[in-house]
């Protein structure tokens, strides 16, 4: 009886699911034109945060140059796709922020979109010498939507089998389009993301004045603008201020807080997401705040007074409510950034106590 070689294990099972591939537009000319190096960071930094995205839904099964491949059986496959192409792209704008490079490379970086693929059906998996890939009919038809007549270079191609399981409404956004592969013939149908695209550079553009803030809040800090924005930003400062059991920061573009993320745990499944979208120290800081609850955002101004002290302004507007659960949010997030500026204020006029010496 014949033995598998011991360098390829099969995994003969197979599995139903969604099949995704999440695929760099633009990337061949990119890198074709551009400086070695930095395209390699860049394409780095944009798969870790697409990836990331991804994970929430979705498994990674394997990274393919550009690509993303996925499986996952959970229903929210198209949302998870979108939201995906919306942290490629607040990266990205991001990027372009923090960097004063001109190199081909970093000038390049807006040209790069994504566009995906998306398949239900089955799936085995095999191991090549310590690599796992996905087999399957169902997997080649994935990989044989990449080359399509979508007139967009963004977008989601989804096949009948996804857009059968969705729901009537999102369906409809969905353009039907037929292919034909040596593998048959295949109906889908497409979503032009460019909308995305729009609202992803719309939220970084956010900045709330006390104009059209829900509220205000004011402190004044016992030190400089620059030594009071590094403690506000610090993980563990940030996690009293927000009065999080656990907060873990996600880094921003290019070594920066420019598209950061401080992930603030409140319990099981419960998680609150501070997002920076601007970020001009030591003047001003603004957060996108979304998660579990109402999205809200926020701008820190920082006001020098003196030599030696700071005016802090807190504008915050709450973004996805209206009446009653607008009044109640607005109460509730009052209450914690007014706790939360009295904690910084405590932490920075701790920081910077004499130590006593001892004799």
């Given at each position: 009886m014949p033995q598998t070689p011991p360098d390829r294990e099969s995994h003969p099972a197979q599995r139903e699911g969604y099949i995704a591939i999440a695929d760099?537009?633009?990337?061949?000319?990119?890198?074709?034109?551009?400086?070695?190096?930095?395209?390699?960071?860049?394409?780095?930094?944009?798969?870790?945060?697409?990836?990331?995205?991804?994970?929430?839904?979705?498994?990674?099964?394997?990274?393919?140059?550009?690509?993303l491949i996925c499986v996952g059986e959970e229903d929210e496959v198209i949302p998870c796709l979108e939201d995906a192409f919306l942290s490629f792209h607040r990266r990205v704008r991001a990027?372009?922020?923090?960097?004063?490079?001109t190199c081909n490379a970093c000038r390049s970086v807006p040209n790069l979109t994504l566009k995906f693929v998306a398949q239900h059906g089955t799936y085995s998996t095999v191991t090549v010498r310590g690599t796992v890939d996905l087999v399957g009919a169902d997997v080649n038809i994935a990989f044989r939507l990449l080359k399509n007549h979508v007139p967009s270079h963004e977008y989601?191609?989804?096949?009948?089998?996804?857009?059968?399981r969705l729901p009537a409404l999102a369906r409809e956004r969905f353009v039907p389009i037929s292919e034909d592969y040596d593998l048959g013939h295949v109906e889908a149908g497409y979503r032009?993301?460019?909308?995305?695209?729009?609202?992803?550079?719309?939220?970084?553009?956010?900045?709330?004045?006390?104009?059209?803030?829900?509220?205000?809040?004011?402190?004044?800090?016992?030190?400089?603008?620059?030594?009071?924005?590094?403690?506000?930003?610090r993980p563990s400062t940030m996690q009293r201020v927000a009065g999080a059991p656990n907060i873990t920061l996600k880094g921003g573009?290019?070594?920066?807080?420019?598209?950061?993320?401080?992930?603030?745990?409140?319990?099981?499944?419960?998680?609150?997401?501070?997002?920076?979208?601007?970020?001009?120290?030591?003047?001003?800081?603004?957060?996108?705040?979304?998660?579990?609850?109402p999205e809200a955002y926020g701008t820190y101004v920082f006001e020098p007074v003196g030599s030696d002290r700071t005016r802090l302004r807190l504008s915050l507007r709450v973004a996805n409510a209206t009446g009653i659960k607008r009044l109640v949010a607005t109460t509730i997030f009052r209450f914690y950034f007014m706790r939360g500026l009295r904690r910084l204020r405590a932490i920075v006029r701790a920081s910077r106590a004499p130590v006593a010496k001892t004799a």
């Open positions: 760099i537009s633009g990337y061949t000319t990119f890198v074709a034109d551009t400086e070695i190096e930095h395209s390699r960071e860049i394409l780095a930094e944009l798969l870790e945060v697409t990836s990331r995205e991804l994970e929430r839904h979705l498994r990674l099964s394997r990274i393919q140059g550009d690509a990027m372009v922020a923090a960097t004063t490079c989601i191609l989804a096949t009948n089998s996804v857009l059968e032009d993301l460019h909308d995305l695209r729009e609202r992803a550079y719309q939220q970084l553009t956010q900045r709330v004045t006390p104009k059209d803030a829900d509220f205000t809040l004011t402190a004044t800090i016992d030190a400089p603008p620059a030594d009071a924005y590094a403690e506000l930003v573009a290019r070594g920066t807080l420019a598209n950061a993320a401080y992930h603030c745990e409140h319990g099981p499944d419960r998680t609150t997401i501070f997002e920076v979208i601007r970020d001009d120290p030591p003047r001003e800081l603004t957060l996108w705040m979304y998660g579990d609850g």
